[in-house]
């Protein structure tokens, strides 16, 4: 992924600081943060059982590897890196020469002055982009294919496309169907909502969002005025607060020391408007926060004066200057115009700074891709992660891309203990023992943007239930308040035991029934309430020893799809409390996203056939005087209609469709020469 393209150019400033801040060779301060990044993912108790690796081939598909560096040296069947290739050369030197897939390496295997996750894990380097800016999605698919034929167990994709991609798409199915365990990053198109592309979109790959790290740079804040919770972001340079500050708010202009004058902040916290209202005149943060603190104020909020939240640093650019004393913190254009709006009032507030390890890093991309499943499956450490780099280097980076490979190293090991496991075992092993995440108000985080939580490896590792699948969604309606789906649980070694479960969220118009016939949990999800919405939760499961998470999305919906089956033939029919002229059906097939569609009309039913066993997902687009809505239902089909004629050669894999076209445009091609001869 683009994890150097941050959504604010203002947390670039950031890390470049940092960058240049870790620039100095010191081995002691480099293994502290290593430590610190392994630690919080739970390693210690894995490498103190031996697994670190050994005997596991890791698929590097990213810009090369530096094989030249100490910490992933050499390149051979005896090396550190076994294999690959380079397919933007074309020659079998995929070696690194911009640092993105050195730092993704170096994360997963480094055996050196740094220790990735799974040290002695061996890496194929399949180089598909020169840049880590520009990726071809053909040289992708090529990788992935490499991948399948070099049989290795794991694959890391930290590069991608911002859009679905049906070939990537295709070919992570393909090396899953091989057995193959494949991980990628969600992408940095973070906060905004649904911007996972492929192959982070794809149901069958590990989808790693990224989280803050367990080091001091990993602070946020909180702004409380009463019951209300501000998003606000500490500027870079502010040091966590002992506790946290209560003070009346008082407006301070620009901050410029003029603007302060008649200003009595003594004690209060300032107020500010980003900038200036004078037109090349530079405010800078910094100054902004040596006027407040000589003014007397206990902290200061700086609002945008542009749409949006912000990052900045208080710093002043080719300036010497002196440290932040007080706590500096931003806010969007919106929030900020409202609170002071409000200052009249004597606006009383709390604010905090302090360190918050798991935050959710604003650049990771979120959910939702589909109605029919949760993406990303969980988070890791995405910021402030020191890695290797190229040269002989090593540098301290951030993003989603750096957040895969601690995932990747987690397979790794687990792998390493149980062979056998299959990649959806493995997926469920890590995303069910995932700490859940809040935001820094204390409250769950929503699964699109978390997945199950961040990545627990001890928890991983003693787990002994594996639960298919790790996530749920629910499909209620209006005519339909409810629906049973079921958990697949099988144990790792012994019995199954009895379990207990909880439903958590914060929708209290939701009720969770559970009951255990055999190996299989049924969930029964109802609403209590005629309260349309998509709504989240998250599941608890207790075998005894060990609590388990799986994310649950409930849609409701006004209307109601139908869905009958005979045969193989699916007929839908609609229920809609209100007028509605036309919907468009899709029926997906889940294993390979096939799309089949029809369309409804009021007071009618339509059918469509299908020839593969599956579970279908089925979703009507429902056209109404004030717009489209949605209703969603899903099928399992274990009989399907037989194939016959043109469907029987489908099964081979012959491209019925292409035939017809390219047979078309033959015979009108011969028809136009036979009447132009006439002529």
């Known amino acids: 992924m683009k994890h150097y393209k941050f959504v604010f150019f203002s947390l670039a400033v950031i890390l470049c600081t940092v960058f240049i801040l870790s620039s100095v060779k010191d081995q002691q301060k480099i293994e502290f943060y290593l430590e ?136 992570v199915n393909e090396a899953v169907k091989n057995g193959i365990v494949v991980v990628v990053a969600a992408g940095n198109n973070g906060p905004d909502d649904g911007t996972i592309g492929s192959p982070g979109k794809d149901l069958n790959a590990i989808t790693v969002g990224a989280t803050y790290n367990n080091i001091t740079q990993s602070i946020v804040s909180t702004l409380e005025i009463g019951k209300t919770q501000y998003q606000v972001l500490p500027m870079f340079g502010t040091n966590p607060l002992s506790k946290p500050i209560t003070g009346k708010i008082v407006f301070g202009g620009y901050g410029r020391t003029r603007d302060l004058v008649n200003v009595d902040a003594k004690d209060f916290i300032l107020l500010e408007e980003r900038g200036s209202d004078i037109k090349g005149e530079k405010v800078y943060f910094s100054e902004k926060e040596r006027n407040a603190a000589h003014s007397g104020a206990q902290a200061l909020i700086v609002y945008n004066n542009e749409p949006g939240i912000f990052f900045g640093e208080l710093f002043q650019p080719n300036s010497i200057s002196s440290n932040p004393t007080i706590p500096v913190i931003s806010m969007s254009k919106s929030d900020g115009l409202a609170l002071k709006k409000s200052l009249q009032n004597d606006t009383i507030a709390k604010l905090d700074v302090f360190s918050h390890p798991d935050f959710i890093a604003p650049f990771s991309s979120r959910g939702p891709v589909s109605p029919f499943y949760i993406k990303p499956d969980l988070v890791a450490p995405g910021v402030f992660v020191n890695s290797t780099h190229i040269g002989g280097k090593y540098n301290l980076t951030s993003g989603t891309s750096i957040a895969a490979p601690h995932v990747t190293g987690a397979v790794a090991l687990l792998l390493q203990k149980d062979p056998n496991l299959k990649p959806d075992e493995v997926a469920s092993l890590l995303s069910t023992t995932a700490d859940p995440v809040t935001d820094a ?239």
Not at 607 to 614: G, H
């Open 36 to 171: 610190k990044n392994t630690s919080l993912i739970g390693v210690g108790i894995p490498r103190e059982q031996g697994f670190e690796g050994q005997g596991i081939k890791i698929g590097i598909i990213d810009t090369g590897i530096d094989y030249d560096h100490q910490d992933l040296l050499g390149f051979g069947p005896s090396d550190k890196v076994v294999g690959g290739y380079n397919f933007v050369d074309n020659d079998n030197k995929p070696i690194d020469t911009t640092g993105h897939g050195t730092e993704v390496a170096g994360i997963i295997a480094a055996d050196g002055s740094l220790k990735g996750v799974a040290p002695k894990a061996k890496l194929f380097s399949y180089k598909v982009s020169s840049t880590g800016e520009s990726v071809s999605s053909d040289l992708i698919v090529k990788a992935i294919h490499r991948a399948i034929e070099d049989k290795v167990n794991v694959i890391n994709i930290s590069l991608g496309v911002n859009k679905t991609n049906d070939e990537i798409d295709q070919a």
């Open 441 to 679: 108000y204390g409250n769950d985080e929503p699964v699109d943007i978390t997945g199950s939580g961040r990545l627990n490896l001890t928890r991983a590792f003693s787990a002994n239930l594996i639960i298919i699948p790790h996530s749920l969604v629910f499909n209620l309606s209006l005519e339909k308040p409810y629906q049973t789906r079921s958990l697949h649980l099988q144990t790792i070694q012994g019995t199954l035991p009895n379990v207990q479960t909880k439903f958590v969220s914060d929708q209290n118009d939701l009720k969770l029934e559970s009951s255990l016939y055999d190996n299989s949990l049924n969930i029964k999800i109802s609403r209590q309430k005629n309260t349309t919405g998509n709504f989240d939760g998250m599941l608890s499961i207790n075998d005894g020893t060990t609590t388990y998470h799986a994310p649950v999305m409930v849609h409701v919906t006004k209307g109601t799809i139908n869905t009958s089956e005979n045969n193989g033939t699916l007929t839908f029919s609609l229920d809609y409390p209100d007028s509605w002229s036309y919907a468009k059906i899709s029926v997906i097939k889940k294993d390979s996203y096939q799309i089949q569609s029809t369309s409804l009309v009021p007071q009618q039913t339509s059918s469509l056939t299908v020839y593969e066993p599956s579970e279908y997902w089925i979703e009507a687009q429902i056209t109404t005087p004030h717009g489209i809505d949605n209703a969603y239902d899903t099928i399992l089909i274990e009989k399907p209609a037989p194939r016959k004629g043109i469907e029987f050669l489908e099964t081979f894999g012959v491209p019925i469709k292409e035939i017809i076209i390219i047979s078309g445009v033959i015979i009108a091609a011969v028809i136009v020469v036979l009447v132009t001869r006439r002529n």
